[in-house]
Structure formats: structure tokens, C-alpha cells
């Protein structure tokens, strides 16, 4: 790696060593079937399985600008039904692939239970393309939502048992809820044949669900989520409201996207689905928030992040800071702590 620029400082308890890295491009193991970049429409770049903005009424439901859509309650993206058919439909059920839901966008708050995306069907008799005012419910989905009636981020499987009962709840993952009118990074790794999910929030890691034995059956027999119905922006249960912010780009892989994976792809930003190279070094601050220190550097420096260390000795190694970067005015922040103890922090790259 080569050493582009270093910065030392002292504040309260941590110990800062900051400096930019660069490292030879890592390869992507994930495999991309459907990318919507949302620059001018909803078409699907790669699969070629095309979206499209509907609107509520004569108003646009949407407004294509500045390579994304934004969304102000009046409408959604809809996309093809069956997405998911080609990778667990007739499958075997005991090498189910894993699939990576990819989003990125801001969200400009509002009602809770908005839906970043919703996968599935729900209980009407004719469950196909329901216009918003049907009044219907969510039976069988995969959906995420920016802030839920507690204020998290969520995402939740409602899966079909294949026995006859209602639907249960499985996978639940919650965090923080997304910051109102800042950029965000949110990926969700289904993984039926280990029997787990996992959500990654702005590259970082936030949680995992646990996914029953039964769901390998049930996606293989095209029961347990039946994605007659896949939206952007919108819920399968009728009451709840459209989105309201920005969708930048929107990705579905096959595989499961791993912490380096994720972290990559957040630090690289939309429109760079295989990584990015490292441009200009990043001009650095570093400041004083209260009791919290906050470094910063340019949101259009792709592919930096920040790693930290207990010290620089053989007792401890770089490793990615835990602490969730935010993005913000064209700044991205990381904000820590001071009583912490003390640490060294550098901004390198992982692509």
C-alpha cells in the first residue's frame, strides 16, 4: 500500500493517527442480476427485467434528476413480478443461493412504516398490481422500512408456513433509524439454506435474523414469499404510506454480501456496482462536537473509510471502525467518543 497523506492529533483520550492508504482493487464475488440506477427511468441495466414510476394521479409520482428518483408521497416504482422465481422457485432445497438486496437514496422523513422496498402479495382476491385505496393487507412479504412506529430501521420476512395457518414474522432485523435527509447505504443479505439474514447499514454491520427450516420448502415451492407484487417505495399493506425521499440506485445480487463487500460497495457510492478506483487524496478535518470528536472528509473521495487499532504494536491489528459513518452535504462524518480509550484511526481503502 502507499502512503498518501498523515495526520496527528490529540484529543481527551484518543490518539489519532489518520492516514490515507490505498490498496489494489479487490474482487467482486457477487453476481449482479437486476441494477435500476434510476438515472432517467426504471430500467434494469443488467437483467434487462424493467421497472416503472406509477403515479397516484395527474401529479408526477416521482421526478428523475441528478442520477435518482425522488419520491414525495404520490408515488413508487413498481417492478416485475416474480423476481426472485429464476434463483429459489423448483431450486434444491438444500443449496438454496443466498440473494442481496442493495439500496441506495436519502430519506426525508414523514409517517413511520414507509417502505424502502416491499416484495411479495397480500390478501385481496386478485392480489396482482392493487392500486393504492384497495384497502388491502400484506400476506407474504419481504419488505424494509427507514423508521417503523418505534423509530427503527426494519426489515422483516411475513412467510407462508405452507400448512395452511396465517403467515408468520421471521427474519426481524432492527437498528437505528435512518437520519432524515442524509445519504444512506442499506443492503440485506436472505440466506435461506443457513437459516439467516443480515442487514448492513451505511457499511456497517447492524444485525441478524433467523430464518426457520421451513422457509427452504416454502421459497422452493413458491409459497413462502410470493413476490407477485415488488415496489420501491411502497408497502403491501395499504395504510401504510409511500416514501417519502430519494432513491439513487437499487440492486438485487445473487450471494451473500459480506462485511467487505458491503463496506466496499457504501464507500464507492451508486453507479460503481464493481468497485471504484481511488481518486484525489481526501483533504481530512478533524473537530471537536461536545464531548464527541468528529472526522470528516469529501463524500466524492470513493472508496475511503475509516480503520482503527488499539495501538501500533503487535498487540493489535487494522480493523474497520465500528462506529456508523453519516453523509451529509456532500461530507461524510464519523463521530466518536472522546472518553473512549485511546485508539489510532486511519482512512484507507478496501477496493
Not at 441494477?35 to 443488467?46: G, I, K, S
Not at 445519504?183 to 437459516?195: E, L, M, Q, R, S
Request: charged share 15%; proline share 7%; hydrophobic share 40%.
Amino acid at each position: 500500500m502507499n502512503k498518501l497523506q498523515s495526520f496527528f492529533a490529540a484529543l481527551g483520550g484518543c490518539i489519532l493517527m489518520i492516514t490515507a492508504l490505498a490498496s489494489p482493487a479487490a474482487a467482486q464475488s457477487l453476481e449482479l442480476l437486476n441494477r435500476y440506477p434510476l438515472d432517467a427511468d426504471a430500467t434494469d441495466v443488467v437483467g434487462s427485467v424493467d421497472g416503472a414510476l406509477v403515479s397516484l394521479d395527474a401529479t408526477p409520482g416521482g421526478v428523475f434528476e441528478d442520477g435518482g428518483v425522488t419520491l414525495s408521497g404520490n408515488g413508487y416504482i413498481e417492478l416485475q413480478e416474480f423476481l426472485f422465481g429464476n434463483i429459489w422457485y423448483g431450486g434444491d432445497v438444500d443449496n438454496l443461493p443466498p440473494v442481496t438486496l442493495e439500496m441506495f437514496g436519502s430519506w426525508a422523513g414523514g409517517d413511520p412504516n414507509q417502505r424502502l422496498f416491499d416484495f411479495g402479495d397480500n390478501d385481496l382476491e386478485d392480489p396482482f398490481h392493487p392500486p393504492v385505496g384497495s384497502g388491502q393487507a400484506g400476506r407474504t412479504y419481504l419488505a424494509a422500512t427507514p423508521a417503523d412506529s418505534t423509530g427503527n430501521l426494519h426489515f422483516e420476512i411475513a412467510a407462508d408456513p405452507a400448512d395452511g395457518g396465517d403467515p408468520a414474522t421471521v427474519g426481524a432485523i432492527s437498528a437505528a433509524g435512518l437520519n432524515a435527509n442524509q445519504d444512506f447505504h442499506v443492503a440485506v443479505v436472505i440466506d435461506p439454506a443457513t437459516g439467516t439474514a443480515r442487514m448492513y447499514r451505511n457499511g456497517v454491520p447492524t444485525g441478524t435474523g433467523t430464518l426457520p427450516d421451513s422457509l427452504r420448502q416454502g421459497v422452493v415451492d413458491g409459497v413462502a414469499v410470493v413476490d407477485w407484487n415488488n415496489w420501491l417505495g411502497r408497502s403491501q399493506t395499504d395504510g401504510n404510506p409511500l416514501f417519502n425521499g430519494r432513491i439513487t440506485e437499487f440492486r438485487i445480487w445473487l450471494g451473500a454480501m459480506n462485511d467487505s463487500q458491503a463496506r466496499q460497495n457504501y464507500n464507492c457510492g451508486p453507479d460503481h456496482p464493481t468497485g471504484c478506483s481511488v481518486g484525489p487524496t481526501p483533504t481530512l478535518a478533524v473537530g471537536q462536537a461536545g464531548p464527541n470528536l468528529e472526522i470528516s472528509w469529501p463524500a466524492d473521495a470513493l472508496g475511503f473509510n475509516l480503520h482503527v487499532r488499539n495501538d501500533l504494536g503487535g498487540g493489535s491489528s487494522w480493523s474497520p471502525a465500528t462506529d456508523e459513518p453519516l453523509t451529509s452535504d456532500g461530507v461524510r462524518t464519523t463521530t466518536i467518543p472522546i472518553a473512549e480509550p485511546a485508539a489510532y484511526f486511519q482512512l484507507q481503502t478496501d477496493n
